[in-house]
């Protein structure tokens, strides 16, 4: 098969990459691992930050600038002011292909507070605004003719003397190994999260596979460990509890009735607020009992649904439990600000990538507008490196070693349970590389994911069946989870300082003359991956330069 651009992943920014190519005149395709509508962005609640016409008491500036010192001088200035401008055309734009947002009886869009804001500037439909803009989204991709795969499964980057030739796909109908060929490649599979398992708001299926690869590929990861950890999620089982609840004024209370907090206090304080709470001897809740049923069933519906089936608590009247879970991932394949990579024509967004604007810590609201502003950066790059690009060789080899891979694990004799091992992996990730971290507990973090990968060798399908074989997407997932993992607490063990969303109790202040720079994770030869820091600018220039004589 061959396309001009393929896009992997079916989130908002896969979803505007995929549009935005196909409007150039391309021929487009989209790769789903499973349903193109579960994606992480489906299930992103609160809602998408932008500074309109219409807002009140707010500026771009303030938007920037409360960006950057949520991020704790980790953003990269350019990234941040790009998106915080071209905000109002991305809102402007979803209002034209549908998206209904929620608006004041004036006809203007609604805002609401979010965390670390200094306005209302969250534009939101009730609190399902991920899978409305999703839905959405993906609606326009089948409209404007994108040829859309879902439950094909990618593998790897195939290359030709160091050019970008194509994907690797298992197909999950017939467990078949396939590829597709391309003249520009963009990637927007997803975070990482899930590998939390057990302690975290994301399914299983967010597991790194994105990073994985491009590791594998010798590309750069940044900022592997900074993972953010939402602070309202149900106590028994991780789901999420948008901060649309706090947003409406939900309160923050322990088994007393106290608030001890600020509730709209960046994530990555409130989360150690309430973890300090919990240590010492305290139940948490989210308190909604003083909203009132007509405000929770006009723009807190899913909370309440959530809250019912997920703890069998009604928050009219009751408190509901809640805990800290991994939730987003600041990390990820690092970037330009115009989403282009160590690869020529290959392109990142969405949590997969590091596109600079998140720095150390997310605020609540800017994830839709990272997707959407840099899906739509990346489609236009990936057609317009397309149409100036030309079809390389497939190397077959890669597709044969990739077939074997996958038939040692359908084939060969199962020794573990993939499932328990994916749960000691997530309960010790939370335990040693959670909200708080240091030297010793990273050390003992890092050891058994060494173990888990030397024990993962024998984890093989138990169900040989090739149709549709959840087992083996299960171990390849797990294993990508690794090797994730293993660059995550790498990176943890590296930064010896606390900064946003990683803090370590061994180094509980901010290095500023040592770290205020990214973590640049790579992969050498065999295994072996070596940590570096690097300023936002010392890696960018070459490609500056090259980019200048090419446009001449």
């Not at 651009?5 to 391309?26: D, E, N, P, T």
């Not at 950066?377 to 890669?398: M, N, Q, S, T, W």
């Not at 003992?444 to 074989?469: F, T």
């Not at 050498?524 to 890696?539: C, D, K, M, V």
Request: proline fraction near 2%; hydrophobic fraction near 40%; charged fraction near 25%.
């Amino acid at each position: 098969m061959l396309y001009d651009v393929i896009v992997v992943g079916s989130g908002i920014s896969g979803l505007y990459a995929a549009l935005y190519a196909k409007r150039a005149g391309l021929h487009v395709a989209l790769i789903c691992k499973s349903n193109p509508l579960r994606s992480n962005s489906a299930v992103a609640s609160g809602g998408i930050n932008a500074v309109l016409k219409t807002t009140a008491d707010d500026t771009c500036d303030h938007h920037i600038q409360d960006t950057l010192e949520g991020a704790d001088k980790l953003a990269r200035p350019s990234a941040v002011s790009a998106m915080v401008k071209g905000a109002e055309e991305i809102i402007d734009e979803l209002i034209a292909m549908g998206v209904a947002f929620d608006c004041r009886d004036n006809g203007e869009v609604a805002q609401r507070p979010f965390g670390g804001t200094s306005a209302k500037r969250t534009c939101y439909i009730a609190d399902k605004t991920g899978s409305a803009l999703t839905q959405t989204l993906f609606t326009q991709c089948r409209k404007e003719g994108v040829e859309i795969f879902p439950n094909y499964v990618m593998l790897g980057i195939a290359t030709f003397n160091e050019k970008l030739s194509g994907i690797t796909i298992l197909r999950r109908k017939d467990s078949h190994v396939i590829a597709f060929a391309c003249k520009s490649l963009v990637l927007a599979g997803g975070g990482f999260a899930g590998i939390y398992r057990g302690h975290s708001t994301n399914s299983q299926e967010s597991s790194g596979d994105m990073l994985a690869i491009a590791l594998r590929a010798k590309m750069r990861l940044a900022n592997m460990e900074f993972v953010q950890f939402h602070p309202t999620t149900l106590l028994n089982s991780g789901a999420l509890i948008s901060e649309a609840a706090r947003g409406e004024g939900a309160y923050i209370v322990d088994e007393n009735g106290e608030r001890f907090t600020d509730e709209l206090q960046t994530r990555d304080k409130l989360s150690r607020d309430i973890v300090l709470h919990q240590l010492a001897g305290h139940t948490v809740y989210l308190d909604f009992r003083h909203l009132g049923e007509e405000l929770i069933n006009k723009k807190l519906p899913s909370a309440r649904k959530h809250a019912l089936n997920g703890a069998g608590i009604d928050i009219l009247t009751e408190l509901l439990p809640i805990t800290p879970s991994a939730h987003y991932t600041m990390g990820g394949i690092w970037s330009r600000n115009d989403t282009s990579t160590d690869i020529d024509n290959l392109f990142v967004c969405g949590e997969c990538a590091y596109s600079g604007v998140h720095g150390a810590n997310r605020l609540g609201g800017n994830s839709l507008l990272e997707a959407a502003y840099f899906g739509r950066v990346a489609g236009i790059e990936a057609a317009r490196a397309a149409k100036k690009g030309e079809f390389h060789p497939i190397d077959y080899a890669l597709v044969d070693k990739e077939s074997r891979y996958v038939e040692m694990i359908l084939e060969g004799e199962s020794r573990f349970n993939i499932n328990t091992m994916r749960r000691n992996l997530g309960n010790n990730l939370y335990k040693n590389a959670g909200v708080f971290r240091n030297h010793d507990s990273l050390a003992n973090a890092l050891e058994y994911i060494h173990y888990l990968m030397k024990m993962s060798s024998g984890l093989c399908c138990v169900n040989k069946e090739r149709s549709d074989n959840v087992e083996l997407i299960s171990i390849i997932e797990f294993r990508n989870s690794l090797t994730v993992a293993e660059a995550m607490v790498m990176s943890a063990l590296a930064r010896e300082e606390s900064r946003g969303v990683h803090y370590r109790d061994d180094f509980p202040e901010k290095d500023e003359k040592n770290y205020q720079v990214d973590t640049i994770i790579r992969r050498l030869a065999g295994t072996f991956l070596r940590i570096s820091f690097e300023g936002h600018l010392s890696s960018d220039w070459w490609h500056r330069i090259r980019q200048f004589f090419h446009t001449r």
